[in-house]
């Protein structure tokens, strides 16, 4: 909805999705890890070879983010420095909390937030993944307080799309103002 807004967009899933592509940066040191049973026939990744791997062995999702997280806080960092321009832009880093080593690279923390049954039914609909499968990955993440506590602003996900586009639209309209009084500051 922000980008919709005009506002620039730096996903770290989106950039892991491009690391992790077929010819993607990171594939040679997956495939050295953790062989050819994570990669498709493509080239790429699989996410669901790789998510069954963390499942059954406890190490595994941290040599993979000891692979994936540098690449991914570098490129973040190369792409925010090419929006230097614009009034402000949203860093999307669902492991923000969980990883902290974000944290210098923002001014604001805005979490989207709804209940943690709503989570689950949510990613469970959306992944078509079972409910352990889903409370698994939950597990290794922050809880909703931790995240909640780190938050500048919340942004309440548990309306409908309307709801959430007029609070979305409230908050550019505050980071505009914020982002304008920093220039001024600067000037």
Request: net charge negative; aromatic share 4%.
């Given at each position: 909805?922000?980008?919709?807004?005009?506002?620039?967009?730096?996903?770290?899933?989106?950039?892991?999705?491009?690391?992790?592509?077929?010819?993607?940066?990171?594939?040679?040191?997956?495939?050295?890890?953790?062989?050819?049973?994570?990669?498709?026939?493509?080239?790429?990744?699989?996410?669901?070879?790789?998510?069954?791997?963390?499942?059954?062995?406890?190490?595994?999702?941290?040599?993979?983010?000891?692979?994936?997280?540098?690449?991914?806080?570098?490129?973040?960092?190369?792409?925010?420095?090419?929006?230097?321009?614009?009034?402000?832009?949203?860093?999307?880093?669902?492991l923000l909390v969980e990883l902290g080593t974000y944290r210098d690279m923002v001014d604001r923390v805005l979490v989207v937030d709804c209940d943690e049954a709503m989570q689950l039914a949510r990613t469970c609909r959306r992944d078509g993944r079972s409910e352990a499968e889903v409370r698994a990955f939950?597990?290794?993440?922050?809880?909703?307080?931790?995240?909640?506590?780190?938050?500048?602003?919340?942004?309440?996900?548990?309306?409908?799309?309307?709801?959430?586009?007029?609070?979305?639209?409230?908050?550019?309209?505050?980071?505009?103002?914020?982002?304008?009084?920093?220039?001024?500051?600067?000037?």
């Amino acid at each position: 909805m922000f980008a919709a807004l005009g506002v620039p967009v730096v996903d770290t899933d989106t950039l892991a999705r491009e690391l992790t592509q077929a010819g993607g940066v990171a594939m040679p040191a997956i495939r050295e890890e953790f062989g050819d049973t994570v990669i498709e026939p493509s080239g790429a990744m699989s996410r669901v070879a790789m998510r069954m791997r963390m499942l059954s062995d406890d190490s595994a999702r941290g040599r993979l983010e000891a692979i994936l997280h540098p690449m991914i806080r570098a490129e973040a960092g190369r792409r925010l420095q090419q929006l230097s321009g614009a009034s402000y832009v949203i860093l999307v880093v669902p492991l923000l909390v969980e990883l902290g080593t974000y944290r210098d690279m923002v001014d604001r923390v805005l979490v989207v937030d709804c209940d943690e049954a709503m989570q689950l039914a949510r990613t469970c609909r959306r992944d078509g993944r079972s409910e352990a499968e889903v409370r698994a990955f939950m597990a290794w993440q922050a809880s909703r307080q931790a995240r909640l506590a780190q938050a500048d602003d919340v942004l309440g996900n548990t309306g409908d799309l309307a709801a959430l586009a007029a609070a979305v639209g409230e908050l550019h309209r505050k980071y505009q103002k914020m982002a304008g009084a920093a220039a001024e500051n600067i000037a």
